[in-house]
T-cell receptor, first 111, second 116 residues
Framework: DAKTTQPPSMDCAEGRAANLPCNHSTISGNEYVYWYRQIHSQGPQYIIHGLKNNETNEMASLIITEDRKSSTLILPHATLRDTAVYYCIVRATYAGNMLTFGGGTRLMVKP | GAGVSQSPRYKVAKRGQDVALRCDPISGHVSLFWYQQALGQGPEFLTYFQNEAQLDKSGLPSDRFFAERPEGSVSTLKIQRTQQEDSAVYLC??????????????FGPGTRLTVL
């Protein structure tokens, strides 16, 4: 699976949008972009995934550039409960394909 | 509904002891994964089961680590002769699908193992 690069940490004010970037310049055509987050002392939680179109669900939006070499996860109205480590993962989807976590971005939402 | 559960949540072992960590996946989930997470790092893959078959154990760090899922449901990760470097959180994840793009893995809360 392709390697991803994320900033190690970011701050965001409560109620504002949090924009978390991810670079994946070596992504291949059959690989999706997945985002998971891990709140302290919990297991990782799936947020969203996409191939090349922008995606939105009740948790977040995912914006993937046209060349697919980077993406941005957007939390539209960050709350204190969104404080977590956010992992951007690029992987092909087949049964048994494990998640390869990098260092992630530690997002701190501040009041 | 019930998510993935793991037990015990915390385990303290003396160096050299054997430990067994249990994972109860979501009912009906075919795929089961074990990950190891060292302090301050992201989880790292250990092994993968599809039903009762262990299809990938490439991430197991040594032959002291052994995993099983005999009936295709509950899984146990066993570590023999524990060492201090085995101290970590051990995470279990399960997923339903078998190859679609919606390949969400559901994680349990993990077992924090401390080896003294």
């Amino acid at each position: 699976d392709a390697k991803t690069t994320q900033p190690p940490s970011m701050d965001c004010a409560e109620g504002r949008a949090a924009n978390l970037p991810c670079n994946h310049s070596t992504i291949s055509g059959n690989e999706y972009v997945y985002w998971y987050r891990q709140i302290h002392s919990q297991g990782p939680q799936y947020i969203i995934h996409g191939l090349k179109n922008n995606e939105t669900n009740e948790m977040a939006s995912l914006i993937i550039t046209e060349d697919r070499k980077s993406s941005t996860l957007i939390l539209p109205h960050a709350t204190l409960r969104d404080t977590a480590v956010y992992y951007c993962i690029v992987r092909a989807t087949y049964a048994g394909n494990m998640l390869t976590f990098g260092g992630g971005t530690r997002l701190m939402v501040k009041p | 509904g019930a998510g993935v559960s793991q037990s015990p949540r915390y385990k303290v072992a003396k160096r050299g002891q054997d430990v067994a960590l249990r994972c109860d996946p979501i009912s009906g989930h075919v795929s089961l994964f074990w990950y190891q997470q060292a302090l301050g790092q992201g989880p790292e893959f250990l092994t993968y089961f599809q039903n009762e078959a262990q299809l990938d154990k490439s991430g197991l760090p040594s032959d002291r680590f052994f995993a099983e899922r005999p009936e295709g449901s509950v899984s146990t990760l066993k570590i023999q002769r524990t060492q201090q470097e085995d101290s970590a959180v051990y995470l279990c994840a399960s997923s339903l699908q078998t190859g679609s793009s919606y390949n969400e893995q559901f994680f349990g809360p993990g077992t924090r193992l401390t080896v003294l």
